[in-house]
């Protein structure tokens, strides 16, 4: 027997799947679980002007890696007793490959006391990003879809790394990454 009143139970509890599901999916936006925060890419020309703007000499080293099909482009420069390379890769998939292998590289070379993950270690999306501390080496990697940002400075005194870090706070602030 056919009742207003089942119609009216049926929508209700239709009613409340659909805000429950939508709950979920804010909660799980809010969190970070619904995919992450997207950061944006930027090109190496973006990378050299800001580099430059800052004062720093970039050069092109994109003629070493002309045999290595995954890497399009590489350019450094040199901030205080830090190296910054810059590299554009064939895919977000290489940028992210490259990132999970020199992650593993950098802390090999880490000498004295350690402090890993001085930022948290972040996986979210499209961007990683992973630095490493001791006595006297200083390292981060940065993948963002098709690029990679890769800084390092081995066997310096501390306070010379610690100016060049700040110095490098400001390219990457630039940067977005």
């Known amino acids: 027997m056919y009742t207003h009143a089942k119609d009216a139970r049926r929508t209700a509890r239709v009613v409340s799947l659909l805000l429950a599901m939508a709950m979920v999916l804010?909660?799980?936006s809010a969190c970070g679980g619904g995919g992450g925060a997207a950061k944006t890419a930027v090109t190496s020309g973006v990378f050299t002007e800001s580099a430059v703007a800052l004062g720093?000499?970039?050069e092109d080293l994109t003629y070493m890696f002309e045999g290595d099909s995954n890497i399009l482009g590489c350019y450094e420069c040199t901030i205080g007793s830090l190296?910054?390379?810059f590299y554009v890769f064939d895919s977000a998939e290489s940028g992210a490959t490259f990132f999970d292998n020199n992650k593993s590289m950098i802390s090999l070379f880490a000498t004295g006391t350690r402090q890993e993950n001085t930022e948290p270690w972040k996986r979210e999306g499209n961007y990683q990003r992973y630095t490493l501390t001791s006595d006297n080496d200083y390292a981060l990697i940065s993948w963002v879809e098709d690029t990679a940002l890769?800084?390092?400075?081995?066997?310096?005194e501390k306070a010379a790394v610690d100016e060049s870090v700040k110095s490098l706070g400001e390219l990457l602030k630039k940067i977005g990454y």
């Open 150 to 156: 890769q800084v390092t400075c081995y066997d310096y």
């Open 26 to 28: 804010m909660f799980l």
């Open 83 to 85: 190296t910054v390379n």
């Open 56 to 58: 720093y000499e970039v």
